[in-house]
């Protein structure tokens, strides 16, 4: 996580931003899997600063994607089209994530995550090490394999009950976001007992990630075509004593950009479905128990 912080920081790598997120988030979800194993009161410290440090990469991460799909339409525009109002919208957002940058340094150094990685690292070594001198007296140890079942049936129990509560016929954007959140933790603990099974194993854990997949997609366009959607209201409203062959010219490409949003979202949905479809015919806690059995 903290090795993406200079390229956070310097605010040009949107790769970095994103890695450090995921990598916070990855952290998050196997200290909640693997809360029991660690003491309480240093755990909720770690795990509330893990929290901190999504939260203030979380809006200059949504900037950053909006502002690739926005150059990257603007890009196969060339010269052909008035992007005068096109490029309005992208200088503004590229201002707000200028503005949220400074946001993004202030909230990281407020945390001193240099002194947090010591602490952490010693948090780590303090608690396996009690585990060790625990295992040591008792004389039993589990091999990490066998501890599978109980991570991971647990996980996609909780999936399957986010699944169900998903209308097939009218998915609410709000309920997949909800089922994408539920899902991160099941493959994050999927990935780290991959080598401990089959092939099999590792079919299912595919599925995960290309459903994972979809639904970032789904939901990146749903964000961008809220701002689209937004940016469009007050441009129209200041742009109504303009007359209208020139308006709608300088219109076009941005509207046709929201038009194409909205033809993404809807294909990406409708393979979506299936794939949601498919998730709730095969139970994934069933496929998961013949997996690691």
Do not use: C
Request: charged fraction near 30%; charge should be positive.
């Amino acid at each position: 996580m903290l090795s993406y912080k200079p390229g956070t920081l310097k605010g040009k790598d949107v790769e970095a931003i994103h890695q450090m997120r995921v990598s916070a988030r990855r952290l998050q979800a196997m200290l909640k899997i693997f809360h029991e194993h660690f003491p309480a009161p240093e755990f909720k410290s770690h795990y509330a600063v893990i929290r901190q440090v999504i939260r203030i990469l979380g809006r200059g991460r949504e900037l950053d994607i909006i502002l690739l799909i926005v150059r990257d339409y603007e890009h196969s525009l060339g010269g052909a089209v008035n992007v005068s109002m096109l490029s309005n919208f992208r200088r503004e957002l590229e201002r707000e994530r200028m503005h949220e940058q400074a946001i993004i340094t202030k909230g990281l150094a407020a945390h001193r995550l240099a002194a947090f990685k010591k602490a952490f690292e010693r948090f780590l070594t303090m608690s396996l090490g009690k585990k060790s001198r625990d295992k040591n007296q008792t004389g039993l140890s589990v091999p990490f394999r066998a501890t599978g079942a109980s991570v991971l049936l647990p996980l996609a129990g909780d999936m399957r009950r986010e699944l169900v509560r998903i209308s097939m016929r009218t998915p609410e954007p709000e309920k997949l976001h909800k089922f994408r959140i539920h899902l991160k933790p099941l493959r994050y603990a999927m990935e780290i007992y991959a080598p401990e099974y089959s092939p099999k194993f590792g079919k299912r854990l595919g599925e995960i990630k290309k459903v994972i997949e979809m639904l970032g997609s789904y939901h990146d366009t749903q964000v961008a075509i809220n701002r689209v959607d937004r940016y469009l209201e007050s441009v129209t409203t200041v742009q109504r004593k303009s007359p209208r062959q020139a308006r709608e010219h300088s219109l076009w490409a941005l509207q046709n950009f929201q038009r194409r949003l909205k033809l993404k979202q809807h294909l990406t949905l409708s393979d979506l479905t299936v794939r949601l479809r498919g998730l709730q015919e095969r139970d994934l806690r069933k496929r998961l128990t013949r997996a690691i059995t």
